[in-house]
C-alpha cells in the first residue's frame, strides 16, 4: 500500500543512547516532516525537508539530527536520549500523510 | 509563533447527535485541514480548505474555513461509534507549494455513548 512507512514501531533507550528512527514514503513528494505528539500538546514540528538535500530547523528541534537520504528516505537520530524525549514520533510526507508512529521510551 | 486554539477539548455524547469543533488562530492561515486520530496510529487527513468562506464535505463531516481565514469549524451529523478519536485542526499560512509546515491544535477527544 502506498503511503509512509516508519519503523520501529516501539523502542525502550537508556538514557545517553542513541538511536535512529527510519521514515520512508513512496509517494514521490520532495516534502517530509518529523512530529512529536506528547498528550495534551498536539504535533510539534522537529525537523523538515522541503526537498532532497535540503533540512530544517522546527519548532522543537533540540536533540535531534536528521538526514534526509534521498527522495524517499527521512531519518532521525537522536544522539544521547534523554527522558524528556519520550514522546510518539511520526513522520509525514506532504504534510499530509503521516506513518503510523514510533512510541519512544527513553528510561 | 503561531497558535491554533482548539475547543473544546473534549466532547462526551450519545451516538445520533451531532457534533462541532472549532480553531481560531492567532494569525492569517491559507490551507486549512481536518484529521482524525485513532488509538495507536498517526493523523489522517479528513478535510483540506483552501479558500476562505469555503464549505466542505466528506460524508458526515463538514469543514468550513472561516471568512477572517483566522479560524476553521467541523462538524459531524448523527455520530457514530466509530467516530470516537482525537480530532486536529491544523494550518498554514500558504495556499499552496510543496512545504507544508503545519500548526496543530491540541485536539478534540470525542467520545460516542452507543
Known amino acids: 500500500n502506498a503511503g509512509v512507512t516508519q519503523t520501529p514501531k516501539f523502542q525502550v533507550l537508556k538514557t545517553g543512547q542513541s538511536m535512529t528512527l527510519q521514515c520512508a514514503q513512496d509517494?514521490?513528494?520532495?516534502?517530509m516532516y518529523w512530529y512529536r505528539q506528547d498528550p495534551g500538546m498536539g504535533l510539534r514540528l522537529i525537523y523538515y525537508?522541503?526537498?532532497?538535500?535540503?533540512?530544517d530547523k522546527g519548532e522543537v528541534p533540540n536533540g535531534y539530527n536528521v538526514s534526509r537520504l534521498n527522495k524517499r528516505e527521512f531519518s532521525l537520530r537522536l544522539e544521547s536520549a534523554a527522558p524528556s524525549q519520550t514522546s510518539v514520533y511520526f513522520c509525514?510526507?506532504?504534510?499530509?500523510?503521516f506513518g503510523s508512529g514510533t512510541r519512544l521510551t527513553v528510561v | 509563533g503561531q497558535q491554533l486554539n482548539q475547543s473544546p477539548q473534549s466532547m462526551f455524547i450519545q451516538e445520533g447527535e451531532d457534533v462541532s469543533m472549532n480553531c481560531t488562530s492567532s494569525?492569517?492561515?491559507?490551507?486549512w485541514l481536518w484529521y482524525k486520530q485513532d488509538p495507536g496510529e498517526g493523523p489522517v487527513l479528513l478535510i483540506a480548505?483552501?479558500?476562505?468562506?469555503e464549505l466542505t464535505s466528506n460524508g458526515r463531516l463538514t469543514a468550513q474555513f472561516g471568512i477572517t481565514r483566522k479560524d476553521s469549524f467541523l462538524n459531524i451529523s448523527a455520530s457514530i461509534p466509530s467516530d470516537v478519536g482525537i480530532y486536529f485542526c491544523?494550518?498554514?499560512?500558504?495556499?499552496?507549494?510543496?512545504?507544508?509546515?503545519?500548526?496543530f491544535g491540541k485536539g478534540t477527544l470525542l467520545t460516542v455513548n452507543p
Open positions: 491544523a494550518g498554514h499560512p500558504n495556499s499552496g507549494g510543496s512545504n507544508y509546515k503545519l500548526t
Open positions: 480548505l483552501y479558500k476562505a468562506g
Open positions: 509517494m514521490n513528494h520532495n516534502s
Open positions: 525537508s522541503a526537498s532532497e538535500g535540503t533540512t
Open positions: 494569525s492569517i492561515f491559507n490551507t
Open positions: 509525514a510526507s506532504y504534510g499530509y500523510t
